[in-house]
């Protein structure tokens, strides 16, 4: 991994300016995340399921924000479990759509599944790349979505989706303590 590849954290920033959810990161090798965030983050796997066989529970998505733009289409959310309502993922997504197909790209719009589940329900030939790992001094906003009671590092990753071998979705996600 080399922290200059494709897409960086400070890219995703004129989208959604990390004023309430974001205090400071950097930039970490992939064994300097702890457990269980190692589990969770250092892999060539989708979040979706990754998160859902941790919890033992499926997810919602929630769409925070979005943006779209052209063929660009951009969003901000959370991940819920579906048994508990409990945030277990913050992410940031790019997602390019001349590299989907028309119903991938409906269904994306329509908010109601999380992208790695459309993804995989449409039998998307994907390859999953993370470019980078991230160690977190959160905001506020996602202090309160995970539940953080005092200031407390958390751990992300960053990672391209290549669908049908095109670089098609920029992905940050950082997983809740």
């Known amino acids: 991994m080399n922290e200059s590849a494709d897409p960086r954290l400070s890219d995703f920033f004129p989208l959604f300016p990390p004023t309430d959810w974001l205090r400071a990161y950097e930039i970490i090798a992939a064994d300097q995340v702890p457990q269980p965030y190692h589990k969770l983050l250092v892999h060539e796997h989708h979040m979706t399921v990754t998160v859902e066989e941790h919890h033992g529970s499926l997810v919602d998505v929630r769409v925070l924000e979005r943006v779209h733009e052209g063929d660009t289409y951009a969003r901000k959310i959370l991940l819920a479990l579906q048994s ?7 992410g940031l997504v790019r997602i390019h759509f001349q590299y989907c197909s028309v119903a ?33 001094l959160p905001g506020p906003a996602m202090m309160t979505w995970f539940d953080i009671k005092a200031h407390q590092p958390v751990y992300g990753r960053l990672a391209l989706i290549h669908c049908d071998d095109q670089p098609a979705v920029e992905l940050l996600e950082i997983v809740a303590p």
């Open 84 to 90: 508990t309502g409990r945030i277990v993922q913050f």
């Open 104 to 136: 991938v790209r409906e269904e994306i719009v329509a908010a109601q599944t999380p992208l790695g589940r459309i993804l995989i329900d449409h039998n998307v030939l994907r390859r999953i790349e993370p470019t980078a790992f991230l160690r977190i």
